[in-house]
Structures are given as C-alpha cells and as structure tokens.
C-alpha cells in the first residue's frame, strides 16, 4: 500500500453506492470486500478505501485453472458459473429441474396479447443492485421504470387510506401515533418510521458485514418490540414497526445498512427488465452454454482436504464429479436433505438447518381494460388480506387495452380466493377482470421459497457469518448468504464474492 493510500480517507457509503459512472469492476471492488476478508480471514476493511480496492485486485495464489462445480442453476448459481469461467475455471453447473432461472421466473403463456409476468424475482432499485444493473448493460438488456408503490394505497382495520391522508397529523394522530410520530411522518414516507426509533443506532456500524463489536450486542437479546417501548414507541408505532420475535440488533443492523447505501426502506424507484427477469438468468445460461446441465438433481456430497465429489442422477442414471471446489446455489431447505459426508461442523449445520424463508403465492389478473382509470383510481394497493396482501400493475409497457394486475397471498391461495379478496377490497364500480392466474411457488420441488426471513431475539451471532462462510472447499451463495435479504442483489453479490475467492486461492 502506498504512502497516499494511507492518508486517504474511507469514502461514505452514500459516496461508494451512488455513483453514477459505476462500472461493474467498480462494483466487484466495492460490494464485496468487507465479506471477502471476513471469509478469507483477512481484516474487514472499509468498502472504497484504496487498501480495500487493492485487496480485491490482489492476484491469485495460484494461475492453474480450477475444477469448479455449481449446485443450482438460479441466478446465483449461473452469475458465480459466469464469473469464474470468465477467469479460466472449468466450470460445470448441475440444475435439478428442467430450467435454468429458479426464483427468477417469467411467464408469457396463457396470457393474451403479449402480456407477461415475472412470477418470482420481480425488481431492482436504485441505488441498490449495482451488479444486477451492471449485468443489464453488459448483456443488452433494457430496464423499465417499475412505478408499482407510486401512489400506493393501504388498508388500515379495514379502512382504505391514501399517501396523501398518512401525511395528515389529524389523520395520524386518529390511528393513535403521538405528536413526535406524527410530525415524523407527515414529512416522511411511511415505511421510513422504522429511522425515526432507530437513527441513534444506525452509525454505530461501520463495515456492513458486521453487526457485532460495535457496542451494540445485547440488542440481540431483546425484540424490536421491546427496543421500540425503550424508545418510548406508541402501541400504535410497535403495530407497524415491531417484531416481538425478531432480533433488535438483525433490524437495527439492516436499516443501517440501507441508510449507508442510500436506499429508503421501502424503494420507489424500481426497475424490472423489459420482457421479464427471466431475460438476465437466460443470458447468463446462453453465455455458459453446455456448462449448465440440467435434470441434475445433487444426491450426495463427500467432502475431501483436496477434492469434493457430487453425486447426482442425470436420466435416472447414479453419476458423480469431482472438483476443487463446490458451490452451493440450492436453497437450504432443499439442500438440508442432501446428505454430506463428513457431517457439517456444529455451527454451520444449525445455521442450515435453522434459516427460515417466506413463502407466497403469485396472483395475475388479467383485465379487459385498465378499468381502475375509469373510477379515478390508481391499481397499486396495499390490501392486506391472506388471500391477497398486495396488488399492482405489471407489464404497462405492453401495447393494447388488456393488461395485467399482479399480487402476492399466502400460500396454497386459489384463483376463487384471491378474486373474492380483490372484490372485497376495490373501492370502485368498475372491474374487468377476465381470467386469474396463480403460481404456487410452495409446491416447486426445486425453488420452493422466496427470501430469508429475519433473525429471531438471540440467533443474529449464530446465523452470522456461519450462513454464509464457506466450509473447506464448499461455499456459499445465493439470496440467504449476504447480509441484506434482497434477492437478486444479495445472489450477484455472493456470487461475485465466492467467485473473487475461490480464484485467490
């Protein structure tokens, strides 16, 4: 390191996150480095420092060429593939099922007209997803603005309330906020409340990968819940904000984490790629080419100082590889099932064993025509049932009266269901819904689950680093193992960061 690298300070976060000239070599060095030291046993260095860009730089120990095999043709699985084929490795990706994609899924078929609808992986955001972003570029792909929460409407205890009227103090002082909170809002977006309890917390973090040593450790033995009644929340804020099960310092450590790279906690400014998100997973696919091998389900794991070997069936037929290293892109509770000779070490068995995910049920309706326009209405709602807890429209750029709503349920939600809890819910006279769609992703044998669920009161030291370290020669990706949850942008970030590892070593 040189002497001007010494004095230089660390750049903000804001600064790191926001440029707008970020290539995607800037974004290797910068999303990653913190994670990489902490995995390789190096210091956790401030993302943007010089040193940390000179620690992503740094050459590999080795410049033969490694065996490298991927479980799990996700889009993490497919974006580590691509990046360690682009540095010389032999790359092969086993995928259980009969497409490459997984989570990131995008149907055009039965619906008319053109239409289509991403079942899974719906967006990104900026800032926020540089390397997701970054990919769209390079592979020529065109991101849409994704208006769904503009004007986004809610139900409170079945009253409909606009954007507008939960500003209003008046307003929000009947649904029992106190003055602090109320004042607080009405300048604020709502799903910012979080920062109002949290903000003398959140610059006690200094590198994103760490939520510990920074004074802040016993919030781990109390809930949100109880973190908010120290902070002299109303029941009415505790309602919207709290968690009694989940871990003070896990929510407290995530909301810095957004305020550090600039992102709100409830992004406005989405993206979604024109087409579908299917488009970025297919583009990683074509590129990999016959690396990708799919119907290839992994059956057994042996874990060697020198080697791994995979077992897995391909045409019914018994097969096994073996390879340097393996990386695993298989949600964990799918993998969980897998069995792994010799046995996990204590700590990263539990975190395997004990992670949680959400589930859901996609919901499309399909419309003769944007009916909502004829009552004055915007279509993005908060609704707030099982049965349908949020609706939006999808695919607007589409030419044609027809068009799409689409919404989330709680699993195993039918076509009858859902439409009964939209009629439930629309405040106006018109509705032209011709057809309704549901995926139930709880009964894909291969990609089950949607994203991580939050650390309960006490788990954040035992889930964290051990859910995403890897273990010998096996690591670790996939929107479970980054610090934040978010989908496609935690699977890019660990798949870069596993892909920059495994080429030092």
Known sequence: MTGA?????????????????????????RVGVSAVASLTGGPALWPGSTLAADTAEAPRTSTRGKKILVAGGGIAGLCAAYEMMKLGHDVTVLEASGRPGGHVRTTHDPLPDGLYADLGAEQCTKPGYELF?????????????????????????????????LTDRKVLGGLGFNDREAEFLSRHEWHELPRL???????????????????????????????????????????????????????????????????????????????????????????LGARVRLGCPVTRIVRGESAVTVHYQEFGEEKKAEADYLVNAIPLPVFKRIPVEPAWPEAKAWAIENVTYNMQTRVIFVARSPFWKKDGLKPHMDIGLD?????????????????????SAVPGTTEKQALAAFRSRYPGKSMEIEHVITHQWFADRWSPVCERESFRVGQLAKFFPNIMQPVGRIHFVGAYADNLNWGMEAATRSANRAARVIHRL
């Not at 939520?211 to 781990?220: N, S």
Request: hydrophobic share 35%; net charge neutral.
């Open 5 to 29: 690298s010494k004095n230089k300070p660390p750049l903000a976060w804001s600064q790191i996150m926001n440029s707008s000239t970020l290539t995607r070599r800037d974004a290797l060095k």
């Open 133 to 165: 972003r970054e990919y769209a570029r390079e592979f020529g792909l065109e991101l849409l603005p994704y208006p769904r929460r503009d004007g986004e409407s809610r139900y409170i205890d079945g009253k409909l309330y606009t954007e507008e009227m």
């Open 197 to 287: 309890f949290f903000n003398p917390y959140l610059d006690s973090f200094v590198d994103e990968y760490q939520p510990f040593g920074v004074g802040l450790d016993d919030l781990d033995k109390v809930s949100v819940t109880d973190l908010l009644r120290r902070e002299h929340a109303t029941d009415t804020a505790i309602r919207f904000v709290g968690g009694r099960e989940t871990s003070a310092l896990y929510q407290v450590w995530y909301t810095a984490i957004l305020k550090h790279r600039g992102v709100p906690m409830y992004p406005k400014e989405l993206f979604r790629i024109r087409g579908g998100n299917q488009r970025m997973t297919d583009a990683f696919a074509a590129r």
């Open 387 to 407: 049965h349908l807890h949020q609706v939006w429209q999808t695919a607007e750029e589409v030419p044609g009266d027809r068009c799409l709503l689409m919404g």
